[in-house]
Nanobody
Framework: QVQLVESGGDLVQPGGSLRLSCAAS????????MGWYRQAPGKERELVAL???????NYADSVKGRFTVSRDSAKNTVYLQMNSLKREDTAVYYC?????????WGKGTLVTVSS
């Protein structure tokens, strides 16, 4: 089993920045991709950003150029730096990891972008 714990969600004004963190613990050997999904009220969960084991990344079109995903393998932690936040970025952000055919999710952290 892999446990994922997110932190960093907050209320931020439009145009502001926020950094989310996700710490992995448990059976973390051979974790492949890690990253972030989000779910806004009334909408389906969607991919935000992924970082593969050796560093390649994948972003949703809506966040390209504004968000950056990174990974500290020594700390078993993945980060999401979010800049130029927009109201439509408001959502619960979930940490994601996979290991072989297994996928793991955190419980989510709320990001609210509002003035």
């Amino acid at each position: 089993q892999v446990q994922l714990v997110e932190s960093g969600g907050d209320l931020v004004q439009p145009g502001g920045s926020l950094r989310l963190s996700c710490a992995a613990s448990g059976s973390i050997s051979s974790i492949g991709a890690m990253g972030w999904y989000r779910q806004a009220p009334g909408k389906e969960r969607e991919l935000v950003a992924l970082i593969l084991r050796y560093g390649s990344t994948n972003y949703a079109d809506s966040v390209k150029g504004r968000f950056t995903v990174s990974r500290d393998s020594a700390k078993n932690t993945v980060y999401l730096q979010m800049n130029s936040l927009k109201r439509e970025d408001t959502a619960v952000y979930y940490c994601y990891a996979n290991r072989g055919l297994m996928t793991y999710w955190g419980k989510g952290t709320l990001v609210t972008v509002s003035s």
